[in-house]
């Protein structure tokens, strides 16, 4: 679980994910607890230390890339809430298929129904690529989600 921060220079700070967010364990409740290993967080694990440890603050991050919205990849979330000015970026599908997710309690355990807030300032792309700043193309990888499963041209036929 983890996050990466690119340093781009004329966007600024992009955050590639936000890992699990320190409350994990506390979250995920026993069932998931028993699936994945669990997680210690020490004060230095914290998004915003291990981002404060690079010279800059988690104020400063202006767009967040997130590559599907599993607890595990979109944890620290609740760090940008009421921070309008910071961009949530996630592939169209995989937003709505995380909503309908926790709306309907269809596969309610991998999320964090308290995290797909209306607040946060969503922006999505529904191409299987964006050129989403100088230097960075974003490409929708089908993968393990949901949404990814029901979409994938594999899946689909060409």
């Known amino acids: 679980m983890y996050g990466i921060l690119i340093e781009h220079p004329h966007e600024g700070l992009i955050l590639w994910e936000t890992g699990s967010g320190d409350d994990y ?3 995920s409740g026993p069932v998931i607890n028993d699936i994945f290993p669990r997680i210690e967080y020490k004060p230095e694990n ?3 230390v291990a981002i404060a440890a690079t010279g800059n603050r988690i104020e400063d991050v202006k767009k ?3 590559g599907h919205l599993h607890a595990d990849h979109s944890g620290g979330l609740d760090l940008f809430f009421n921070r309008p000015d910071v961009e949530i970026w996630v592939h169209d599908l995989e937003l709505r298929s995380a909503f309908w997710s926790v709306a309907t309690g269809a596969d309610i355990g991998v999320y964090r129904p308290n995290y797909l807030q209306f607040s946060l300032n969503w922006k999505t792309f529904d191409d299987r ?8 193309t974003l490409h929708h990888l089908p993968g393990h989600t949901e949404v990814e499963r029901r979409y994938s041209p594999r899946m689909a036929g060409p």
């Open 46 to 48: 914290r998004l915003e």
């Open 64 to 66: 967040v890339i997130i």
């Open 129 to 136: 690529s964006i050129d989403f700043c100088q230097g960075i």
């Open 25 to 27: 364990p506390v979250h």
